[in-house]
């Protein structure tokens, strides 16, 4: 078990470019998470994946976010279009149902800086 | 709405001296309260958690009870090393019902211990 790994770790772009990143949850965990981490401040919800079912989509996950899990194991997140006030960290985290399916664990998360 | 208020930092602290880092929390019916640290450099990672009223998490001689007479989870530790230089995060997860998978991040405490 190797943890929640995300791809790639720092993304340069330029204003108006799409992006894609991706994320691989710790194995067997059905359950996958988006979030978005602004500088200075606690990461902030913006999806959810049960298995491949998007259940549920922050209000700040606008028209042009689209959040992927075709088949119940990794999720990539798109940005299209990008702007400045995209730059942020996008964190991924998994977890289990079950007897612990409280606990979300964290992968190292995505650096994205629009220029 | 659910909210998560942290104590705000940053915080700094000679090695050895008692830590202690407000949480306090608003959020209907019993949810579940975590704190998370973030290494420079690393993602999140959970350091305690606790799942109802009166619980003690404890981890690597950090310790957190939850008072729901006081809507608190505040964290300490008895003598702080300078590894324990991090960010802090505060978080509570709602009670399980429609749409209460996301975790809910106060702003998060930076601390510094100086040897």
């Known amino acids: 078990d190797t943890g929640v790994s995300q791809d790639p770790r720092h993304k340069i772009t330029k204003r108006g470019q799409n992006v894609t990143f991706r994320c691989d949850p710790i194995?067997?965990?059905?359950?996958l998470y988006w979030y978005r981490q602004t500088l200075g401040q606690g990461p902030e919800f913006l999806t959810y994946?049960?298995?491949?079912?998007?259940?549920?989509k922050s209000r700040l996950l606008s028209d042009r976010f689209s959040a992927e899990r075709p088949k119940g194991s990794f999720s990539t997140l798109e940005i299209q279009r990008t702007e400045q006030g995209d730059s942020a960290m996008y964190l991924c985290?998994?977890?289990?149902?079950?007897?612990?399916?409280?606990?979300?664990?964290f992968g190292p998360g995505t650096r994205l800086l629009v220029l | 709405g659910n909210s998560v208020t942290q104590m705000e930092g940053p915080v700094t602290l000679s090695e050895e001296a008692f830590l202690t880092i407000n949480c306090t929390y608003t959020?209907?019916?019993?949810?579940?309260l975590f704190w998370y640290v973030q290494y420079p450099g690393e993602g999140l990672q959970l350091l305690l958690k606790?799942?109802?009223?009166?619980d003690k998490g404890s981890n690597k001689g950090f310790e957190a009870t939850y008072r729901k007479e006081t809507t608190s989870f505040h964290l300490e530790k008895g003598s702080v090393q300078v590894s324990d230089s991090a960010v802090y995060f505060c978080?509570?997860?709602?009670?399980?019902?429609?749409?209460?998978?996301?975790?809910?991040f106060g702003q998060g405490t930076r601390l510094t211990i100086n040897p």
């Open positions: 606790a799942t109802k009223a009166d």
């Open positions: 978080a509570l997860r709602r009670a399980l019902e429609q749409g209460a998978q996301k975790l809910v």
């Open positions: 194995s067997e965990h059905n359950r």
């Open positions: 994946f049960q298995n491949e079912a998007q259940l549920e």
């Open positions: 959020a209907t019916g019993y949810p579940s």
């Open positions: 985290a998994s977890s289990l149902t079950g007897l612990d399916w409280k606990t979300q664990y």
